[in-house]
Nanobody, 119 residues
């Protein structure tokens, strides 16, 4: 069983920064990939950023140049550095891990952390 625990959310003024952390209960090096999703009120959950086992990163266009995803395998932790935040970034942010299972994979989710950007 994989547990993911997010932290680092909070209230920040527009233009400010936050760093989210996602700590896994097991070695993340075996994961196919990890990512950050977000869900704003009344909207569907969307992918924000992800990082593959090989270290390749992908970010949604709306956060490119502002957000960075990284990981520390020794700490079993993935980070999302968020700079130049604006009100559109207000959402609950969820950590995701894609874990190999048999011939496929299984998705694990954290409980979410609230990010609120005030204008």
């Amino acid at each position: 069983q994989v547990q993911l625990v997010e932290s680092g959310g909070g209230l920040v003024q527009a233009g400010g920064s936050l760093r989210l952390s996602c700590a896994a209960s097991v070695n993340i090096f075996t994961f196919n990939g990890m990512g950050w999703y977000r869900q704003a009120p009344g909207k569907q959950r969307e992918l924000v950023a992800r990082i593959t086992r090989g270290g390749t990163t992908n970010l949604v266009d709306s956060v490119k140049g502002r957000f960075t995803i990284s990981r520390d395998n020794a700490k079993n932790t993935v980070y999302l550095q968020m700079n130049s935040l604006n009100s559109d970034d207000t959402a609950v942010y969820y950590c995701n891990a894609m874990v190999p299972r048999g011939v496929g994979e299984f998705a694990y989710w954290g409980q979410g952390t609230q990010v609120t950007v005030s204008s």
